[in-house]
Each structure stands twice: as C-alpha cells, then as structure tokens.
C-alpha cells in the first residue's frame, strides 16, 4: 500500500524565518509528486513534481524531488503570517487502475508568529 | 466561478439515518475523486471516476458508502446507517487525465457531516 509521511508535524516560526517541509514515500508505482496549501478549506494545489533534481519554484516557495532517495522537500524563504497553514504532501501512482488516486501524507501544520 | 463545489456544506444528522453528498466538477474534467478527512490527518482516498465508471474503491471504504456519477458530470456520495465515525470532512476533487497522466487535483471547499 502507498504510504506518504511527513515531517516535522508541526513547526512554529517567527516572519522572516526560511522553513523546510519533508516528504518522504513508498509507492509501487511511481507518476508525480505533489504539494498543497490547506487554510481551514479545501487544498490549494502548490506544485507538481515529476522528475528528480529539478526545482520548481514560485516566488518564495521551492520544491524538488529525489526519486532515488524517496522524498521531496518544500522551501518558503522570508515566511510571513499568510504562509500559516496544513501543507501536505501527495504521491500519485501510475500502476494499474490507480492512476487517477493521489495518496496524502498526514499534513505539517505551520505557524508562522509575527 | 467555475471551481468545484459541494453542497450542502454541514450536515448534521442522528445516527442511523442516510445521508447523501453531491459533487459538480470542473466541466472539462474527466475524473472525479471522493476523499474524506478528519481532523489533524490528511484526506484519505475512497473512490474516483474517469467519466461515468468508478475505477477504484478503497478497501477502508464499508459496504454503507456508495458512489455514483451517472452521466460522467455531477456525482453523489451516500453514507447509509450512519454511524458517530462516520463525522469526517468529505472532499470532492476533480482533474483532467489521459491514460497515465492526470493533471493536478482541484479541491471543492467539502461537506462536512456531524453525526450525533
């Protein structure tokens, strides 16, 4: 079975400070890696990550996969109080039937503290 | 605004009595996904639909939870003989996929069920 875990589960910083989020995974058969941005609501998709070393980034945040090591890990530089929020981590499979399915990890919840 | 949305937003109902969610996707999306989420963990898989036909199930998912998405638009998830586990935060998502490739999921806001 597919399994996404993330860490810290929790972090609590002050503006201006530069957080990493950690994702790691196990899946059968691997398609994409995901992130989003979860503010009380529905998820905010953030970012798709495909292939290994290449980083994507927007504005303040960045991510990149290692697909040898089986994680990613998301950057926000100069945090502000509008970054506090669940950020989850997402695989897709591409084996059989499966996909369509994203597989969540548990969440980080962020806190940034003016 | 055409994001994917969720009616009705709260429920909250006895145990026992059935209760029914709808889902309206994005209208170019082909595939629409059911997640269910309680609080301080991710949204956990239950179903999708490419079109009209349901591709997968969660194993997690009982017999009292069907599916359905009839003219490969709208869908509608069922929870019959609720039970108090059953108080979750139910996410509808859509997406557009061929073959192996799906596109990133779109969230609706979610329905939330309170079963007393």
């Known amino acids: 079975e597919d399994k996404v875990v993330q860490s810290p589960l929790s972090l609590v910083v002050h503006e201006g400070d530069t957080v990493t989020l950690n994702c790691s995974y196990e899946?059968?058969?691997?398609?994409?890696l995901l992130w989003y941005k979860q503010e009380k609501k529905a998820p905010t998709f953030l970012f798709m990550l495909?292939?290994?070393?290449i980083e994507k980034k927007s504005g303040r945040l960045s991510s990149i996969l290692d697909k040898k090591e089986l994680f990613s890990i998301l950057n926000i530089t100069a945090t502000q109080t509008g970054d506090s929020a669940v950020y989850l981590c997402a695989v897709g499979n591409a084996g059989g039937t499966s996909y369509g399915k994203l597989t969540f990890g548990q969440g980080t919840i962020l806190t940034v503290h003016p | 605004d055409t994001g994917v949305s969720q009616d009705p937003r709260h429920k909250i109902t006895k145990r026992g009595q059935n209760v029914t969610f709808r889902c309206d996707p994005i209208s170019e999306h082909n595939r629409l996904y059911w997640y269910r989420q309680t609080l301080g963990q991710g949204p956990e898989f239950l179903t999708y639909f490419q079109n009209e036909a349901q591709l997968e199930k969660s194993r997690l998912l009982s017999d009292r939870f069907s599916a359905e998405r009839p003219k490969g638009s709208f869908s509608t998830l069922e929870i019959q003989r609720t039970e108090q586990g059953d108080s979750a935060m139910y996410l509808c998502a859509s997406s557009w996929g061929q073959g192996f490739y799906t596109g990133e999921l779109f969230f609706g806001e979610g329905s939330r069920l309170t079963v007393l």
């Open positions: 495909t292939s290994s070393g």
């Open positions: 899946v059968t058969n691997f398609r994409s």
